[in-house]
């Protein structure tokens, strides 16, 4: 009867643990605060490989490109790339911007947003603020499948029209699923 009982025993633990969910599952696709900062610089392409539209289109013509590093919750020390269209009236267009964590996991996004326009002297800061959705299928490591919604804001030192790179500095919030 014991041997039994315990063969009974065993069955019914197996039973339930293949139905309980397991540690690991209970925190995916739960929302959690994503947050950082990051310094750079963002460096203007003439050679346009975005193929940015130009005059009369309302664009530059340029493609907009920031490499910058940091800190962000979820990724630790990490960098980011991020490449968009400027726009004459101040928009900001097909933007894509990638962080990768230390361990090479990657948050990949799209973006559009705003600029302000440029200013009158050198030094002056153009602010930016670009509204981003993570991208689950570009995005690799933990991040894979990812949801998420993230706001940037950004300042750039103006540092005139002949320097094809500028300082860059940004701080973000949103969300995060994965």
């Known amino acids: 009867m014991t041997k039994r009982f315990g ?14 969910p397991t540690a690991g599952a209970g925190p995916k696709g739960t929302e959690r605060p994503f947050k950082g900062w990051a310094t750079g610089e963002a ?50 267009i097909e933007g894509t ?13 799209t973006y559009e947003g705003t600029a302000t326009l440029l200013p009158p002297n050198i030094g002056d800061p153009i602010y930016v603020t ?12 933990r991040f894979v499948g990812a949801e998420g919604e993230i706001v940037l804001d950004a300042e750039l030192v103006f540092e005139g029209i002949g320097d094809p790179a500028w300082p860059w500095a940004a701080t973000w919030t949103g969300t995060l699923s994965y």
Do not use: K, Q, R
Request: include cysteine.
């Open 43 to 92: 460096t203007f392409l003439l050679e346009n490989p975005l193929g940015c539209p130009a005059e009369p289109a309302g664009g530059f013509g340029i493609t907009t490109a920031t490499d910058a590093w940091g800190n962000a919750s979820h990724l630790g020390n990490m960098s980011l790339h991020g490449d968009h269209c400027p726009l004459l009236d101040g928009g900001i």
């Open 130 to 141: 670009v509204y981003m959705t993570v991208d689950p299928a570009a995005s690799t490591g």
């Open 7 to 20: 063969a009974v025993l065993v069955a019914l633990m197996l039973l339930l643990l293949a139905v309980t």
């Open 97 to 109: 911007m990638v962080f990768f964590a230390a361990n090479g996991d990657e948050l990949h996004t």
